[in-house]
């Protein structure tokens, strides 16, 4: 997922023009049942399942809907929902079963047309869905979403509906751990109603899952209420979950500390050394699966002549991981020893150190690299970064500051703020870094391949430096055609010792989920990709 940026929160305190609701602790839901009030961010996109890539709108679709599997809260691993089975003999051609007995909320029952129909709007490039790249290897794909041009098809030829429960997919390629990428919101049915009142679908969505929305003012509050009939084995264990919007995450911490807001989940940097104090057990802390990286623009000339590899590893040694994440961010960042994420465990790929002696802070090391190198181009290195959300520039500073002391030289590497995220992004897009640039990923799945092939295979979705290397897309080609995990993960981790030699990006530091909740509710806590299990939180 793109940039693992939460939007910044909303005040509840600060806006009077909420609605009345809008602060306070939660309120009655339906039977009598609490409803917990938790801080939120409005969502990028409209919430359509193949349009949103953001953490924000996720949250809201991993209560809304369910898929043919779902990554268990606490190991992460991809679990059958409505898939009764997945069947392949070749790991290219694909049977899906679906098990029966579900409906969406509005009563139309789920079946393989459901999933098909979905899959097609999510591929075609006349509907712009943010996240059409995840049906890339889905034979025909290239039609429906080519390149350049428009599309020459409707529908994926790798699809087909064989009965109400039963769906074939064809594969462009073999890739093994194909389904288990299929927990991902991107692959989420719908129902008949999204295509014939799509404006209306948009309005008030309709899905599957634990949860139903009540109502939603934009600004202010989503109103999400317990679905009585889901038929799912994971319902609701409170009567609705209030999302209240804040721009400001300080103000969510203050209304939670006040008893106005039952959970936050992006604790204040600012607060991170009195939060155990205030909360006590009531603060969460756990490993996420996000990575933050300092990204290459590959394109600039400066930093792919010969020799910039060199350089570019010299700088990450020149950074002092260790005092940075103890000093800035109070430990709720890990230094980061490879390009994936711990949560991953080691048979999902994370091998600590795999970067080797590129991510360890040796000073001297990093002179002579950078010298043999040819130097910093232009005798300077800048780092660019938005300036709008998540107090950036202390890191920034930090990690300029190392290089700086590293080199004898503190004109060595500068800042360089961008002042919203937007303009950030669409610097990124056009291609307009003249230096490395912070950038961060937080995993759509829980497989080492959504840590590497999104981000530097060539030409991928998100390979924002625009790396390119032949030997790396063919180690990727071959993990993702392993007829196991065992020798996909090895593939895998052969292609990120390419990432250690090149150094394409720097790997900063793992990132954990963090959060907080009054003494009003109990059960919190947050999944791999540092969301609260919402449908898990009881009241009382």
Same mark, same amino acid.
């Given at each position: 997922?793109?940039?693992?940026?939460?939007?910044?929160?909303?005040?509840?305190?600060?806006?009077?023009?909420?609605?009345?609701?809008?602060?306070?602790?939660?309120?009655?839901?339906?039977?009598?049942?609490?409803?917990?009030?938790?801080?939120?961010?409005?969502?990028?996109?409209?919430?359509?399942?193949?349009?949103?890539?953001?953490?924000?709108?996720?949250?809201?679709?991993?209560?809304?809907?369910?898929?043919?599997?779902?990554?268990?809260?606490?190991?992460?691993?991809?679990?059958?929902?409505?898939?009764?089975?997945?069947?392949?003999?070749?790991?290219?051609?694909?049977?899906?079963?679906?098990?029966?007995?579900?409906?969406?909320?509005?009563?139309?029952?789920?079946?393989?047309?459901?999933?098909?129909?979905?899959?097609?709007?999510?591929?075609?490039?006349?509907?712009?869905?943010?996240?059409?790249?995840?049906?890339?290897?889905?034979?025909?794909?290239?039609?429906?979403?080519?390149?350049?041009?428009?599309?020459?098809?409707?529908?994926?030829?790798?699809?087909?509906?064989?009965?109400?429960?039963?769906?074939?997919?064809?594969?462009?390629?073999?890739?093994?751990?194909?389904?288990?990428?299929?927990?991902?919101?991107?692959?989420?049915?719908?129902?008949?109603?999204?295509?014939?009142?799509?404006?209306?679908?948009?309005?008030?969505?309709?899905?599957?899952?634990?949860?139903?929305?009540?109502?939603?003012?934009?600004?202010?509050?989503?109103?999400?209420?317990?679905?009585?009939?889901?038929?799912?084995?994971?319902?609701?264990?409170?009567?609705?979950?209030?999302?209240?919007?804040?721009?400001?995450?300080?103000?969510? &911490?203050?209304?939670?500390?006040?008893?106005?807001? +039952?959970? !936050? @989940?992006? $604790?204040?940097? #600012?607060?991170? /050394?009195?939060?155990?104090?205030?909360?006590?057990?009531?603060?969460?802390?756990?490993?996420?699966?996000?990575?933050?990286?300092?990204?290459?623009?590959?394109?600039?000339?400066?930093?792919?002549?010969?020799?910039?590899?060199?350089?570019?590893?010299?700088?990450?040694?020149?950074?002092?991981?260790?005092?940075?994440?103890?000093?800035?961010?109070?430990?709720?960042?890990?230094?980061?020893?490879?390009?994936?994420?711990?949560?991953?465990?080691?048979?999902?790929?994370?091998?600590?150190?795999?970067?080797?002696?590129?991510?360890?802070?040796?000073?001297?090391?990093?002179?002579?690299?950078?010298?043999?190198?040819?130097?910093?181009?232009?005798?300077?290195?800048?780092?660019? &970064?938005?300036?709008?959300?998540?107090?950036?520039? +202390?890191? !920034? @500073?930090? $990690?300029?500051? #190392?290089?700086? /002391?590293?080199?004898?030289?503190?004109?060595?590497?500068?800042?360089?703020?961008?002042?919203?995220?937007?303009?950030?992004?669409?610097?990124?897009?056009?291609?307009?870094?003249?230096?490395?640039?912070?950038?961060?990923?937080?995993?759509?799945?829980?497989?080492?391949?959504?840590?590497?092939?999104?981000?530097?295979?060539?030409?991928?979705?998100?390979?924002?430096?625009?790396?390119?290397?032949?030997?790396?897309?063919?180690?990727?080609?071959?993990?993702?055609?392993?007829?196991?995990?065992?020798?996909?993960?090895?593939?895998?981790?052969?292609?990120?010792?390419?990432?250690?030699?090149?150094?394409?990006?720097?790997?900063?530091?793992?990132?954990?989920?963090?959060?907080? &909740?009054?003494?009003?509710?109990?059960?919190?806590?947050?999944?791999?990709?540092?969301?609260?299990?919402?449908?898990?939180?009881?009241?009382?």
């Amino acid at each position: 997922m793109r940039g693992a940026v939460r939007a910044k929160w909303a005040v509840c305190a600060g806006v009077l023009a909420l609605v009345a609701t809008a602060c306070g602790g939660g309120t009655a839901g339906p039977g009598g049942s609490a409803v917990v009030s938790a801080s939120w961010g409005d969502p990028q996109n409209p919430l359509e399942p193949a349009n949103t890539n953001e953490v924000q709108g996720g949250k809201v679709l991993e209560m809304l809907f369910r898929g043919l599997k779902r990554y268990n809260p606490g190991t992460g691993a991809a679990e059958n929902v409505l898939a009764e089975k997945i069947e392949t003999t070749d790991a290219q051609h694909y049977t899906v079963t679906l098990k029966r007995g579900w409906t969406f909320s509005n009563g139309e029952k789920v079946t393989a047309k459901s999933f098909v129909d979905a899959w097609n709007y999510g591929a075609l490039l006349d509907n712009k869905q943010k996240n059409a790249p995840f049906f890339q290897y889905i034979d025909g794909f290239d039609k429906v979403h080519p390149d350049n041009g428009s599309a020459t098809a409707k529908t994926l030829s790798g699809l087909r509906v064989k009965d109400d429960h039963t769906f074939t997919v064809t594969l462009n390629q073999k890739f093994s751990s194909w389904p288990d990428t299929l927990g991902y919101s991107a692959f989420m049915p719908l129902p008949q109603t999204f295509f014939r009142d799509h404006a209306g679908w948009l309005a008030k969505p309709i899905g599957n899952g634990p949860y139903v929305v009540d109502s939603y003012a934009k600004g202010s509050v989503l109103k999400m209420r317990k679905w009585k009939r889901y038929p799912g084995s994971d319902p609701a264990q409170n009567g609705g979950i209030d999302l209240r919007v804040y721009t400001d995450n300080e103000t969510a &911490y203050t209304d939670l500390q006040a008893g106005n807001l +039952d959970l !936050v @989940d992006d $604790i204040p940097a #600012s607060q991170l /050394k009195n939060v155990r104090a205030d909360l006590g057990d009531r603060y969460l802390n756990q490993p996420a699966g996000i990575i933050q990286t300092l990204t290459f623009p590959m394109y600039a000339p400066r930093w792919s002549k010969p020799g910039a590899a060199q350089v570019r590893r010299g700088l990450s040694m020149a950074i002092d991981r260790g005092q940075i994440t103890k000093e800035i961010f109070q430990n709720t960042r890990t230094p980061a020893t490879d390009w994936t994420s711990p949560v991953l465990g080691v048979k999902g790929g994370y091998k600590p150190g795999l970067c080797g002696e590129s991510c360890e802070f040796n000073p001297a090391k990093a002179r002579q690299l950078i010298k043999d190198g040819g130097g910093i181009p232009g005798g300077r290195t800048t780092i660019t &970064y938005n300036a709008d959300t998540g107090s950036h520039k +202390d890191w !920034v @500073d930090a $990690i300029c500051n #190392s290089i700086n /002391k590293t080199l004898g030289d503190d004109k060595a590497c500068v800042g360089n703020p961008v002042g919203t995220f937007a303009d950030f992004r669409n610097k990124i897009s056009a291609k307009q870094m003249t230096g490395p640039f912070r950038a961060g990923w937080q995993m759509d799945y829980p497989l080492i391949q959504n840590f590497l092939q999104p981000l530097y295979y060539t030409g991928a979705s998100s390979n924002d430096g625009k790396f390119s290397n032949p030997e790396f897309d063919k180690l990727v080609n071959q993990a993702n055609a392993a007829p196991d995990t065992r020798q996909a993960v090895a593939k895998f981790q052969d292609a990120e010792r390419i990432l250690a030699r090149e150094m394409p990006a720097i790997p900063l530091w793992y990132q954990n989920g963090s959060g907080g &909740y009054s003494d009003r509710i109990s059960n919190v806590r947050l999944n791999p990709f540092s969301v609260p299990v919402y449908n898990e939180i009881t009241v009382g």
